[in-house]
């Protein structure tokens, strides 16, 4: 979170926006789903969201959501409405019912552009901002999005990036943990610190599919038995990772909030381009994503793992049975051919 000085600069985002806009108010951007899960006890922040009435049945992430507004008295919180999580419209109305200013933002299923334009036209204005400051913003990070193909490219190319050092970096890539020159600062490091590293041999190399994981320890524990993720989808879908030269191109070729179509495309280009011997789909539990599991099955051509997650925590030992049996099968599916 921003330093208690600034408060009155953050503002809250329930899922990945055009962030450019943001910068260009002036305000720092803070993605309420990473300080949830990288909160020293997100068990906590859920079982508070319940203690408040959220039922059992309601995904953790929500909750989570819920909980870190109010213990870090954010006032202000702009909720992807389309294209995201349909509990968000209720999450939004009860934040509002509870001081916190609301503002829409929604993605248009048929990935229409003039509404998306107009969609960005209306924070901006909500925001204070202009297009100039918006197109300033966008080729400030567009520097930033670059480094993160470089990095993503030493991921599945030199092999000497590890699946979670991806997700870290791509992930936090949805607000740029708040500072885009710190976060370029570390970037920055880390491709050089990675560049001396003796390339990974040998290993099974895997597509995680699907929403973030709720697990701390998924990506430890498939390298612990031999296998890497070289391609993280959604994550890699936060950092926007296009050459275009419109920030509304952009976010019509973000996959994430649109129909099934565009993330086939891009997985099976992933396949083909990183050599994935197998794709691993995170579903969460109470989210209506989980759906999407039949048509991934229906489309992809090679193997796919579903695990379902719950509430934060390590991998329970039925999940990593499951794993261990999925890398196993594909391990000897490689010798046999």
């Known amino acids: 979170m921003a330093k208690q000085g600034n408060r009155s600069s953050v503002i809250g985002i329930t899922s990945t926006i055009p962030v450019e806009i943001v910068f ?3 305000l720092r951007p803070v993605d309420l789903n990473n300080v949830f899960i990288n909160s020293s006890e997100p068990e906590r922040l859920i079982s508070q969201a319940e203690s408040a009435g ?3 049945n309601i995904c953790a992430w929500i909750k989570g959501i819920y909980s870190t507004v109010i213990n870090h008295d954010v006032k202000k ?5 389309g294209g995201d999580c349909s509990n968000t419209i209720a999450l939004a109305e009860i934040l509002a019912r509870r001081g916190v200013e609301i503002i829409p933002f929604d993605y248009p299923l048929d990935r229409d552009g003039d509404f998306l334009r107009a969609q960005i036209e ?13 197109r300033a913003a966008r080729l400030r990070l567009k520097r930033i999005r670059d480094k993160l193909r470089e990095l993503d490219r030493l991921t599945f190319i030199d092999n000497v990036v590890t699946g979670f050092e991806n997700h870290l970096f791509l992930v936090s890539s949805s607000d740029f943990r708040s500072d885009p020159e710190v976060y370029e600062s570390d970037l920055d490091e880390f491709l050089i610190e990675v560049g001396e590293r003796e390339p990974k041999k040998d290993e099974i190399r895997l597509g995680y599919l699907g929403v973030p994981p709720i697990f701390g320890d998924l990506y430890e524990y498939i390298e612990s038995l031999g296998g890497r ?3 993280n989808e959604v994550q890699r879908q936060f950092s926007i990772p296009y050459d275009n030269e ?12 649109y129909d099934a179509e565009g993330r086939i495309e891009d997985i099976k280009r992933a396949i083909k381009e990183r050599g994935l011997d197998g794709l691993i789909h995170y579903t969460q539990t109470f989210c209506f994503r989980q759906l999407y599991d ?3 099955r229906e489309n992809l051509p090679i193997p796919i793992l579903t695990l379902e997650g719950d509430r934060p925590g390590r991998i329970d030992s039925r ?6 049996a999925f890398l196993e099968m594909l391990d000897d599916r490689s010798y046999n051919v």
């Open 24 to 26: 260009a108010a002036g």
């Open 54 to 56: 959220f039922s059992h």
């Open 77 to 81: 919180v702009i909720a992807v409405t």
């Open 122 to 134: 209306r924070l901006s204005i909500s925001l204070s901002t202009s297009w100039s400051d918006v």
């Open 229 to 231: 993720v070289v391609f």
């Open 246 to 257: 419109d920030i509304v191109e952009d976010y019509l070729d973000y996959t994430y909030p």
């Open 294 to 296: 039949i048509i991934l």
């Open 319 to 324: 999940t990593g049975i499951r794993i261990e």
